[in-house]
């Protein structure tokens, strides 16, 4: 369990009071972000919300393998999936603590993901709308054996924070609705969105961007003018085309459909949670 070791020991730095030290931090915490991770997720309805559905992709570009993974999520989860040889924590954090799964193994590598590879079974369940979250992941390497006593203080190793010392980037993860929820607020944030994932690349095409663009301002414009039921009918229209020019996942995605399932399930959803609230 050696890697669970390495996982708790880097997570003890919020919690550890500062110790003398006989090494020093680039001696102890080299680089864990030595890899080239792409994160592939999509999000489907279910009975209880919604399940979110990762894939990590390591390229050949990597240095190291990679051997644990985080998603942010801003709603409980009720359930968590791991693929074969992994295994997760923290379906019962508060808010906001990322979810984390690690390789089971340390005597045998099988598990880690090698550069070039990739591995899918990674899975969450939440009552949570998607939302765009922020993931980490970490290569391997063994730490060598110290005491507590010769641990770099956290002011001189800012390695030893997880979060700092990771490779990171955006994917879907569950996000609570608003509790005081305004039409015309939760559109903004439906548009905000709408421009992240087009810089994200998960709109793919800018004639498309800027029809989704046009639905939404024009709804807007009606929500703004107290027209409630001709906003709703131009969602309405969105929704066909999110459908029309979605892909609900990577392995049923037509060839020239221009939202990739992260950008289908941030905008479909969102839309239909306003929708019903209209």
């Not at 792409?38 to 894939?55: D, H, M, P, Q, W």
């Not at 939440?126 to 979250?133: F, H, N, R």
């Not at 608003?178 to 905000?192: A, E, H, K, T, V």
Request: proline share 5%; hydrophobic share 35%; glycine share 8%.
């Amino acid at each position: 369990m050696k890697k669970i070791a390495l996982m708790l020991s880097l997570i003890s730095i919020l919690i550890m009071p500062g110790l003398a030290f006989s090494i020093t931090c680039s001696e102890y915490f080299t680089s864990v972000k030595e890899i080239d991770v792409k994160i592939y997720s999509s999000a489907e309805r279910t009975v209880s919300g919604f399940k979110y559905n990762y894939l990590l992709s390591s390229s050949q570009k990597s240095v190291q393998e990679v051997w644990s993974f985080y998603v942010e999520h801003y709603s409980p989860l009720v359930n968590a999936t791991s693929p074969r040889g992994w295994s997760g924590m923290g379906t019962g954090i508060t808010n906001g603590s990322p979810y984390s799964w690690a390789s089971d193994e340390y005597e045998s590598d099988e598990f880690n993901i090698k550069p070039g590879a990739s591995l899918n079974g990674f899975g969450m369940q939440s009552e949570g709308l998607p939302a765009i979250v922020t993931y980490y992941a970490h290569g391997w390497r063994e730490l060598p054996t110290i005491s507590e006593e010769e641990m770099p203080e956290e002011e001189d190793c800012p390695e030893r924070n997880i979060f700092i010392n990771a490779f990171k980037g955006k994917t879907l993860g569950p996000t609570a609705p608003p509790l005081d929820f305004n039409p015309l607020s939760f559109l903004d944030y439906i548009i905000g969105m709408k421009h992240e994932a087009f810089s994200l690349g998960w709109i793919t095409n800018k004639g498309i961007e800027m029809s989704l663009d046009a639905k939404l301002e024009a709804a807007k414009k009606k929500l703004e003018q107290g027209q409630n039921g001709t906003a709703k009918n131009i969602l309405n229209a969105l929704i066909n085309e999110i459908e029309a020019q979605g892909c609900e996942t990577y392995e049923n995605c037509p060839k020239g459909n221009h939202l990739l399932p992260e950008a289908y399930a941030l905008l479909k959803y969102n839309v239909l949670y306003l929708i019903e609230r209209l």
